[in-house]
Every structure is written in structure tokens, then in C-alpha cells.
């Protein structure tokens, strides 16, 4: 099987274990991932949601940026607030175009005062490079694409922490990491290296994200797995990662955001901050709140026995209203659910969504469709139907 | 090895023919590429088909399949059974996974369908 997938992708630390362990292996985003195990997508998704499942997502991109004047430089280019926040601290946002279309939506990481990691989708990873080198400064910031370097590794479920505390190699940070309130991360100590740990994650379960040297990401994976058999620790693939966030409401660049979404449309308004110092795309998104959106994220329920997935069109009667941007099974909820980009206001009567040439009766729902399952979750606050 | 008990077709399905009655389901093999079956739609019973007609489909979490007629008739029975707990796909696709019963129209067709050693070179090994 392996030998018939394209030469060109990009491998990271852990392909070989993947394919030595029932992986099956996809083209993603220009890299080869698991895209699930042998025990399949439903099984790995229950195992995050009452257990702990591990992630290899070292396909993201990683940006180290330095200096004294990259506090600035960086909060001039992002919606949230990066100016004034504490070292350790995480902070969700979007990076916009002039025009508040999204270039891609991220974590940018204080490490130290004049330190800081962004990091992005690895397919936009390339394009948020450039656009960074495009804006930077003459002098004061400085920026290194660390991404095929650094291999990343999620741990999330509520058994996440028990998990890491078993680790012999973070025993070093045990307490500190134990410590990390929700958007914070530190540096960890191992050996000769500087790992950084956040309680950070894309499940909506409590979980940890750690950056490492890609060589040393094999022997923590195995660690990991191995300590937390009793514990039902699972390695979990993109597919259940998918699932995972779809239920909990969290965006995906190339569904609910692109170029031509607006982080106001997707509903990562919380993440856009018009009190804060100029930033590309701010004059855009401002006359967009000012003039009212037009289309809004919103949560549908599909009656039948059917997915709306992508590209899905959306009627109200006869007439076209949105289209779909996810649409899945909701493993936890048993139910077929989508996210949509509808007009506002949506016009009264009953709506539809065509799927394979015929239209199934839909309703608008709550979502997330999980509520936020971590305190203080603000991608996951519940935005009720207009 | 694949159960030699029954003929399939290149969609993966497999037919087991007993008497004048076929029942169909979809291959381990179909299965285990699909992945978690969420959804089965069935065709309606007592309605007719011709052979190679999308009659139903079979939905996971990460695709979609149509399922088709592997020979021409009239549909006896579906299972119920996969509708409520579509897992059995995945679980037992052979033998509590079935999908729908067909009187055959024409028994000919049979042959334009691939045996166990066939179906076995079109999947590999």
C-alpha cells in the first residue's frame, strides 16, 4: 500500500510507526498521516471523549519569531490581542487579509518576552511564511520556519494529565505542567533540549500539546502508550481529530474558514478585538460589524439517514440560503449534524439541505453541538440560532 | 481467503444464491475500507431492480458508497437490523451484516459475477 501513495509527501518523525501499526496512511496537506488505526474512527473518538487518545501532528507549522520589536510587529498582523499578554500565555487567533478574509486562523505562543512561537495549519504553512517575511520589519524582529524540526504531539482526554505525570521523561516538569491553566504552555527541560508543553488542544477535552525535537518524538510516543495502556490510551488518527472538533465547534481551515470567510462569519468573533493597536484587515472587519453580516455559521440538524458534507447546498424552499462547510456523524450524539455558512437574517419556513440529488428536511441546532466540555473554552461557547 | 460459498462483484458485494432467493451484503474488504458504517439506506421491498442499479447506500464517517443490485429482481426482504445498528457492517458484514434479499429474475446473471478466487485476485493476495 505504502509504495503506491505519491513519493513527493512529506513524512514525519512517527510515519514508520503509524504504518508498523495498523496506520492507515493518507496524503494530507502535503504529508503522509494516519488517517485511522484498526480499531476505527468511532472507537478512537470514544477513547479521547472518556479516556486519552495520542496525536501525531507534526505536519503543523511552527514559527519562531524573536526580538524586541516583535511584540508589536505580530499583534499588528493578528485579530486577538497579542500586546500585553503574560509569557506562557497561548492565545487563538486569525490572521486576515486586507480585506478580513482569513490567511488562516492559529496559536501564537509568548515563550518570553521577546520570544514567540506561531504556530499554523501545515497547509497554509508555506503562505503564512511568506506573508510573515512580506510584513516583517527592517529591523527589531526575526523570524525561522522550525516547522520540520519540531514534531508535535497531543494527549488529550480526561485522563490526559494522569498520562503525562507518568512520563519518566517530563518527570522533570511534572508539577509545572500539572499546574498549566487552559491557554497556557512552558518550557520543559529534557535533557539538553527545550521542550515547550500546553494545556492546549483540538477536542474540547482536556488536554496537553508538546512540541519536541522530531528525532526525540518516537521514544515519547512509545513511552506515552505504553505507560498509559491501563489507562486505555489510544493512538487516534485525522479522522477521529475531525469528528473530535466538529462536535465541539472548533474551525478547520478550508471548511468554516478561508479567504473568503470572515472570522465574524465562522463565529470566532471572540477572537477578532477591535480595542486594540491597528492590524491588517481591522478596517474591514469593523465595517462588517458596523453594516451587519450576512452569513453566519450556523448548526443544522439533517433528518435521514444521510451526511451533508461539504459543498452541501442549503435551501429555504426553493431557494438557496448556504452551503455546508462540515457535515458528519456526530459520534457522541448519534445524530447527522453539519456546520453551514447561511445568509442572516434566514428567511421563516422550513429548510433543506440536498445531498446526492435530494433534499432530506434539516433544522437549525444549537452548536457547538457538544457544549464546552473545558472551562473557559471560548471556542466553544454556544451561539444560539438566530 | 474469501468465503467461497458466494460470488461478488467487482462493487464488493458478495450474493449467496439459495434456491431462487439471493441475499446481498458488501465484502469484509468493502467494510474495512469504509471504515465505520454510521448510515445504511436499503431499497424498498417489492420493488423491482436490474442488475447494477444503485438500490441503497452505505455511509461512514469518512465516505460514501452507493450499493448496487448484483443481479436483477424483485426485492424480498431488507435487514432491519443494519438500519438500527449499522456496526454490523463492520462487525459481520458475511452474516448479520446482510443487506437486502432478491428473487432472481434471470439465474444467467450469476454468471457475469467473479467467484472466491477471482474476487480474491481483484482485492490482492
Partial sequence: MVSEIEPTLQRTSLSAWHESHGGRMVPFAGFLMPVQYATGVLAEHAAVRERVGLFDISHMGEIRISGEGAEAWLDGLVTNTLGGIAPGKV????????????LDDMLVYRLAAA???????????????????????AAGARLEDVSDATALIAVQGPQALPLIERSGTLAGSRDDIAGLAFYTGLQARVKDDRWIVSRTGYTGERGYEIYLPAASAPALWEELLARGADLGAVPVGLAARDTLRFEVGYCLYGHELAEDISPLEAGIGWAVKFKKAPYVGLEALRRQKEQGIRRRLTGIEVEGRAIARQGATVLAGERAVGRVTSGNFSPTLRQSLALALLEQPLPAG????????????????????????????????RELPA | MVADDRKYTEEHEWILVEGETG????????????????????PEVGGDVNIGDAVGTIESVKA???????????????????????EL????????GWMFKVRLADSSELERLLDAKAYQGLIGG
Wanted: net charge negative; hydrophobic share 45%; with cysteine.
Fill in chain 1, 91 to 102: 492565545v487563538y487567533t486569525a490572521m486576515c487579509r486586507e480585506d478580513g478574509g482569513v
Fill in chain 1, 115 to 137: 520570544d514567540w512561537l506561531v504556530v499554523c495549519n501545515a497547509v497554509n504553512r508555506v503562505k503564512i511564511v511568506a506573508w510573515l517575511r512580506d510584513h516583517l520589519p
Fill in chain 1, 350 to 381: 422550513a429548510l433543506t439541505v440536498e445531498i446526492r440529488g435530494r433534499r432530506l428536511p434539516c433544522r437549525v441546532v444549537p452548536h457547538p453541538f457538544l457544549p464546552a466540555r473545558v472551562k473557559g473554552d471560548p471556542r466553544a461557547e
Fill in chain 2, 23 to 42: 441475499t446481498v451484503g458488501v465484502t469484509e474488504y468493502a467494510a474495512g475500507e469504509l471504515g465505520d458504517v454510521v448510515f445504511v439506506e436499503l
Fill in chain 2, 64 to 86: 460514501v458508497a452507493d450499493l448496487y443490485a448484483p443481479v436483477s429482481g424483485e426485492i424480498l426482504e431488507v435487514n432491519e437490523a443494519i438500519v438500527e445498528s449499522p
Fill in chain 2, 89 to 96: 457492517v463492520n462487525t459481520d458484514p458475511l452474516e448479520g
